[in-house]
């Protein structure tokens, strides 16, 4: 594969903006003295702050190279990993989750599993989210050396070398601290580097109207043409984007998922925290803008050869991922490629900084103090941190060289999350609602449906059974796959931990105060104008989330 290659100053701006994040990870070391600074920034964080930190950290390899890339692929479909794969979830856990996880102090989302169930099912989760965690640290290692195997040239090995001591350097230095500041600062960046991307593609084609013309029918709608799986560019029809997406992988990733939910842990009051994701909505749903926008005007150039556009290949296969950069290359000039090429590494870095930030709280308080050194002081508590970031970081560049076999790697992700965020949604959501569920239900529930889930994997990679027995339709990508098989896996989940629960020893509800709604006091109406409350706020997000659905129908 050919490089784009890059000018003088292009260099410069990129070489500046690694320096000047390492130097602010050795700037910060000076404010992380004890744990609770390296992995909750000291709990004192405003819900700007938070909020803007709880997006950047999903704003990742996925969602820049991922989802251009799967534009592409599948179309206006995209789009729903925006709007219905996110926005409600979003508000869920400000309104009703939140107060739960915030008032019982925890320091991870296992860690409040230890508090409704017990040990067993706290270190199940921990285990099952260190590995999803590293998998997918390895996406935005693969997406970071992506971005410099094509615009420099660089050999694969030193891309993702180059890009995985970075990441080490500053995220060892001051935790999570330094994960939230860099991720402000890439929030900024891939607004400022990327969406004149977008501007520029609509421009070149004529309208956004024209880009629409020029991508297969199939590709041009939200819901209209979802009756017929085989009418969508994704092969999915409703049932599987509002039960798979909308709400198991959504739910599952936005409300447990510990590299998001760790951001509003970071607030400095309960309403503060409560915000976080509320606030975070709104800018999520204005992501499209970019990606979508971006990825469609991609295609009706390839589909148009005066233009002389084309995507990457490598060994002969298309590479989705490569739209993005390519289309950087085409509309950039010399200074802005480099303002470009930033805003993307910026990105892949807060991606990966906050999957690490996530690995080291979990090993260390859910695995390493849970298990292997019950009384470790919290100068040793400290000390594991920073070692399970080291850590973390090598066995992600194994990782990312599995992501680089994938089709994409939003098909990569989502499987992952159909493996374990889904049983554990299915999990959460008894354990916080309902209060006879006992320890035992919840954990056979949850290892029956992650076991599940992955062999369901398997069984349609080997070809043991078909694509369309998951998805019910004889036409079926492997999107849709992964949204059936997550539903499948949650409906398992669901079931065997209610009816285990029905059969073994409940906990006595003196225990559960402050766990489960029901015997939890609701959340103190704080003495604020209406239009700060976070009600009022969750309702006008829901508004313009379904205006837009609207509008994009």
Same mark, same amino acid.
């Given at each position: 594969?050919?490089?784009?290659?890059? $000018?003088?100053?292009?260099?410069?701006?990129?070489?500046?903006? =690694?320096?000047?994040?390492?130097?602010?990870?050795?700037?910060?070391?000076?404010?992380?003295?004890?744990?609770?600074?390296?992995?909750?920034?000291?709990?004192?964080?405003?819900?700007?702050?938070?909020?803007?930190?709880?997006?950047?950290?999903?704003?990742?390899?996925?969602?820049?190279?991922?989802?251009?890339?799967?534009?592409?692929?599948?179309?206006?479909?995209?789009? $729903? =990993?925006?709007?219905?794969?996110?926005?409600?979830?979003?508000?869920?856990?400000?309104?009703?989750?939140?107060?739960?996880?915030?008032?019982?102090?925890?320091?991870?989302?296992?860690?409040?599993?230890?508090?409704?169930?017990?040990?067993?099912?706290?270190?199940?989760?921990?285990?099952?989210?260190?590995?999803?965690?590293?998998?997918?640290?390895?996406?935005?290692?693969?997406?970071?050396?992506?971005?410099? $195997?094509?615009?420099?040239?660089?050999?694969?090995?030193?891309?993702?070398?180059?890009?995985?001591?970075?990441?080490?350097?500053?995220?060892?230095?001051?935790?999570?601290?330094?994960?939230?500041?860099?991720?402000?600062?890439?929030?900024?960046?891939?607004?400022?580097?990327?969406?004149?991307?977008?501007?520029?593609?609509?421009?070149?084609?004529?309208?956004?109207?024209?880009?629409?013309?020029?991508? @297969?029918?199939?590709?041009? $709608?939200?819901?209209?043409?979802?009756?017929?799986?085989?009418?969508?560019?994704?092969?999915?029809?409703?049932?599987?984007?509002?039960?798979?997406?909308? =709400?198991?992988?959504?739910?599952g990733y936005w409300t447990t998922d510990f590299l998001v939910v760790q951001r509003a842990f970071s607030a400095?009051?309960?309403?503060?925290?409560?915000?976080? @994701?509320?606030?975070?909505?709104?800018?999520?749903?204005?992501?499209?803008?970019?990606?979508?926008?971006?990825?469609?005007?991609?295609?009706?150039?390839?589909?148009?050869?005066?233009?002389?556009?084309?995507?990457?290949?490598?060994?002969?296969?298309?590479?989705?991922?490569?739209?993005?950069?390519?289309?950087?290359?085409?509309?950039?000039?010399?200074?802005?490629?480099?303002?470009?090429?930033?805003?993307?590494?910026?990105?892949?870095?807060?991606?990966?900084?906050?999957?690490?930030?996530?690995?080291?709280?979990?090993?260390?308080?859910?695995?390493?103090?849970?298990?292997?050194?019950?009384?470790?002081?919290?100068?040793?508590?400290?000390?594991?941190?920073?070692?399970?970031?080291?850590?973390?970081?090598?066995?992600?560049?194994?990782?990312?060289?599995?992501?680089?076999s994938m089709p994409t790697i939003m098909d990569y992700m989502q499987a992952i999350f159909s493996w374990v965020?889904?049983?554990?949604?299915?999990?959460?959501?008894?354990?916080?609602?309902?209060?006879?569920?006992?320890?035992?239900?919840?954990?056979?529930?949850?290892?029956?449906?992650?076991?599940?889930?992955?062999?369901?994997?398997?069984?349609?990679?080997?070809?043991?059974?078909?694509?369309?027995?998951?998805?019910?339709?004889?036409?079926?990508?492997?999107?849709?796959?992964?949204?059936?098989?997550?539903?499948?896996?949650?409906?398992?989940? =669901?079931?065997?931990?209610?009816?285990?629960?029905?059969?073994?020893?409940?906990? @006595?509800?003196?225990?559960?105060?402050?766990?489960?709604?029901?015997?939890?006091?609701?959340?103190?109406?704080?003495?604020?104008?209406?239009?700060?409350?976070?009600?009022?706020?969750?309702?006008?997000?829901?508004?313009?989330?379904?205006?837009?659905?609207?509008?994009?129908?």
């Amino acid at each position: 594969m050919q490089a784009i290659g890059l $000018h003088f100053v292009d260099w410069f701006i990129i070489l500046f903006y =690694f320096v000047f994040i390492i130097g602010l990870g050795f700037y910060l070391k000076r404010y992380t003295k004890s744990e609770e600074d390296f992995f909750l920034a000291g709990r004192r964080n405003s819900s700007w702050v938070a909020g803007l930190a709880f997006l950047s950290a999903n704003l990742g390899a996925l969602e820049l190279l991922g989802m251009t890339g799967n534009t592409y692929k599948y179309g206006m479909s995209v789009a $729903h =990993f925006y709007w219905i794969g996110a926005i409600p979830a979003m508000l869920f856990l400000g309104i009703f989750m939140m107060p739960f996880y915030y008032s019982a102090r925890i320091k991870s989302v296992p860690g409040y599993l230890k508090l409704r169930f017990d040990e067993k099912t706290r270190v199940l989760n921990g285990f099952s989210f260190a590995i999803m965690t590293l998998l997918v640290s390895g996406i935005n290692l693969y997406a970071m050396a992506l971005v410099l $195997h094509t615009f420099l040239g660089w050999n694969w090995d030193v891309s993702m070398l180059a890009s995985a001591a970075t990441v080490a350097c500053y995220v060892t230095l001051s935790g999570l601290m330094s994960a939230i500041f860099t991720e402000i600062i890439q929030f900024f960046l891939i607004w400022f580097g990327l969406f004149l991307v977008s501007i520029l593609g609509i421009v070149e084609v004529g309208s956004f109207g024209d880009i629409m013309k020029r991508v @297969p029918e199939a590709f041009s $709608h939200l819901w209209r043409n979802t009756g017929d799986p085989s009418a969508n560019g994704m092969l999915v029809g409703w049932g599987g984007i509002v039960l798979g997406l909308g =709400f198991v992988l959504s739910f599952g990733y936005w409300t447990t998922d510990f590299l998001v939910v760790q951001r509003a842990f970071s607030a400095k009051n309960l309403r503060s925290a409560r915000m976080t @994701p509320i606030i975070a909505s709104f800018f999520k749903m204005a992501v499209p803008f970019i990606v979508i926008v971006a990825g469609l005007a991609a295609l009706a150039l390839s589909n148009d050869p005066k233009s002389g556009f084309s995507l990457m290949s490598d060994g002969g296969k298309l590479n989705y991922d490569s739209a993005l950069p390519m289309l950087i290359a085409r509309y950039f000039p010399r200074g802005l490629v480099g303002l470009g090429i930033t805003a993307l590494l910026a990105g892949f870095m807060a991606g990966q900084a906050g999957n690490i930030s996530a690995f080291n709280t979990v090993w260390t308080y859910d695995i390493y103090q849970s298990i292997i050194r019950k009384k470790a002081s919290p100068k040793n508590l400290l000390w594991m941190g920073r070692v399970a970031t080291i850590f973390a970081v090598v066995v992600s560049v194994g990782t990312a060289y599995w992501a680089k076999s994938m089709p994409t790697i939003m098909d990569y992700m989502q499987a992952i999350f159909s493996w374990v965020n889904a049983p554990l949604f299915a999990t959460m959501l008894l354990g916080m609602f309902v209060k006879w569920i006992t320890p035992n239900g919840a954990f056979w529930g949850l290892i029956t449906g992650m076991g599940s889930s992955f062999t369901m994997y398997l069984a349609v990679k080997f070809g043991w059974i078909s694509v369309g027995f998951l998805t019910m339709s004889k036409t079926a990508s492997d999107m849709a796959a992964n949204f059936w098989r997550a539903w499948w896996a949650w409906l398992i989940t =669901f079931v065997v931990t209610i009816v285990v629960s029905w059969f073994t020893k409940k906990r @006595p509800e003196a225990e559960l105060v402050g766990l489960v709604k029901g015997l939890t006091a609701g959340a103190p109406l704080e003495p604020v104008p209406l239009f700060k409350r976070p009600a009022f706020y969750a309702v006008l997000s829901l508004i313009v989330f379904v205006v837009l659905n609207v509008i994009f129908w």
